[in-house]
């Protein structure tokens, strides 16, 4: 984090001894290491939450992702779906039209008819 040496904590380490004096500055670097430790925690809670954000952030681009490629799936889905009905139905409505034009035609004929026509097969 800071870029402080060796040599450079001695230089500092002497100067506190002579300024805080020998019998305060076990007390006084015992303070300092739990503030250390305090401030390195609260930096480690903030990059785990900054982290967590990110994930969540990639999460949610994810689940846009997938839903997009299901609706996307869906309708090329029900766009074969209807042209295969389509083609389906088509064939369908001309045979239904064609028994109901042979049924009345049958209809119209008179009884006899179909009982020769049944005699002479």
Not at 11 to 16: F, K, L, Q, T
Not at 26 to 44: D, E, F, I, M, N
Not at 70 to 95: G, L
Request: avoid cysteine; charged fraction near 25%.
């Amino acid at each position: 984090m800071f870029d402080i040496g060796f040599s450079e904590l001695m230089v500092i380490g002497v100067v506190a001894l002579i300024v805080i004096g020998p019998e305060r500055l076990p007390k006084v670097a015992r303070t300092l290491g739990h503030l250390l430790g305090r401030a390195q925690r609260y930096v480690s809670d903030v990059k785990s939450d900054i982290n967590r954000e990110i994930q969540l952030d990639e999460l949610k681009k994810l689940q846009t992702q997938v839903t997009d490629s299901a609706r996307a799936m869906e309708e090329s889905v029900r766009k074969e779906y209807e042209s295969a009905r389509s083609v389906i139905a088509a064939p369908a409505q001309e045979a239904a039209a064609e028994l109901q034009s042979v049924a009345k035609l049958a209809e119209g004929l008179p009884p006899a008819a179909e009982t020769t026509s049944k005699s002479s097969a």
